[in-house]
């Protein structure tokens, strides 16, 4: 059975930090594209990013790019997600996700994904 567990959410002032991670289980992690949704409420599930299944290749949405930085270690099975100078913007649950490749025109589509994490809450205060 394929769990995939994201943790490090939580509550920050505009311009503080999170690192989040997505702790993956019950499939070959290394062979998988991952990458991280948002979504907030009355609003579509975004794709922030993306990365390869070895790493090498990585995408981001306009909104995040420069400030959140995707990243994995295939050791242990983990995805991280550091978010940096937060905006009250980037509220919403947060959500890991797992694809058969990294597709660099496709990769926010969530249809593109087969395995999701039950999501972790960021909430930025201004």
């Known amino acids: 059975q394929v769990q995939l567990v994201e943790s490090g959410g939580g509550s920050v002032q505009a311009g503080g930090s999170l690192r989040l991670s997505c702790a993956a289980s019950?499939?070959?992690?290394?062979?998988?594209?991952m990458g991280w949704f948002r979504q907030a409420p009355g609003k579509e599930r975004e794709g922030v990013a993306a990365i390869s299944n070895g790493g090498t290749m990585t995408a981001y949405s306009d909104s995040v790019k420069g400030r959140f930085t995707v990243s994995r270690d295939n050791a242990k099975n983990t995805l991280y997600l550091q978010l940096n100078n937060l905006k009250p913007e980037d509220t919403g649950t947060y959500y890991c996700?797992?694809?058969?490749?990294?597709?660099?025109?496709?990769?926010?589509?969530?249809?593109?994904?087969?395995?999701w994490g039950q999501g972790t809450q960021v909430t930025v205060s201004s």
């Open positions: 019950g499939l070959t992690f290394s062979s998988y594209g």
């Open positions: 996700a797992a694809a058969g490749a990294f597709h660099s025109s496709i990769w926010a589509s969530a249809d593109w994904y087969q395995y």
